[in-house]
């Protein structure tokens, strides 16, 4: 399959990529082992790119990318291009979901996605959803911070605004922004995909054939 590089420095990645939100239970039920059939099927086809999260069950995606990498035996890390994200969580005593970009909780979530996956770096590490609390340069702070501990080498924003992105930008390179895009959500051109054409940030589509519409 044709090779693309991800943003201005990133990896070589298939342009299709395996959306693993559907390795839990989002679109019905499933298991470890439909999402391990998924896998081979994408290597058998030359699809590189994993995008998970750790709220995908929560952490059962990243488990079953996790369960099938350790089978794979040494080569496990040069298999796929992996893409996990962090902001969102749930108060454990009354479901109630809100979104934490504090440096403590986007470090220590990085490291659990890390040891679910049995990897020692992710090659992007996006902010799930923005924390209205938190500045956008502490974020990015955050992150960048995370880059050069070896642990993700590139970060990135899922669903930001193009006002947020350049104030991020201006600090450090984001690598990629991730949003819906399709036929039926157009949005990201009012502004979005200017953005990061402007500043070398890819842009990756989710839900790009419009949730099978």
């Known amino acids: 399959m044709q090779q693309r590089r991800l943003?201005?420095?990133?990896?070589?990645i298939s342009p299709i990529g395996i959306g693993a939100m559907s390795f839990a239970?989002?679109?019905?039920?499933?298991?470890?082992a439909n999402s391990h059939s998924v896998l081979a099927a994408a290597l058998d086809e030359g699809v590189t790119h994993i995008d998970t999260a750790n709220i995908y069950g929560p952490l059962t995606s990243e488990q079953s990318i996790g369960?099938?990498?350790?089978?794979?035996?040494?080569?496990?890390?040069?298999?796929f291009s992996i893409a996990t994200k962090a902001g969102i969580a749930r108060d454990a005593d009354t479901g109630r979901r809100?979104?934490?970009?504090?440096p403590a909780y986007l470090k220590a979530q990085l490291?659990?996605?890390l040891s679910r996956m049995g990897v020692d770096h992710v090659d992007l590490f996006y902010v799930h959803r923005r924390d209205a609390d938190t500045p956008i340069e502490?974020?990015?702070d955050t992150l960048a911070g995370l880059v050069k501990s070896g642990?993700?080498?590139?970060?990135g924003f899922s669903e930001i605004a193009p006002s947020s992105l350049h104030r991020a930008s201006r600090l450090h390179h984001v690598a990629a922004v991730q949003s819906e895009y399709s036929l039926s959500v157009r949005a990201p051109e009012l502004g979005l995909t200017q953005a990061t054409a402007?500043?070398?940030t890819a842009l990756v589509a989710f839900s790009p054939v419009g949730r099978s519409l």
């Open 111 to 113: 490291d659990a996605s």
């Open 198 to 200: 402007a500043l070398d």
């Open 7 to 12: 943003g201005k420095n990133g990896p070589m």
């Open 138 to 140: 502490e974020v990015a």
């Open 67 to 79: 369960t099938f990498l350790a089978k794979q035996g040494g080569q496990k890390n040069d298999l």
């Open 151 to 155: 642990k993700t080498r590139s970060f």
């Open 25 to 32: 239970d989002f679109y019905g039920k499933t298991n470890e």
């Open 98 to 102: 809100y979104f934490d970009n504090s």
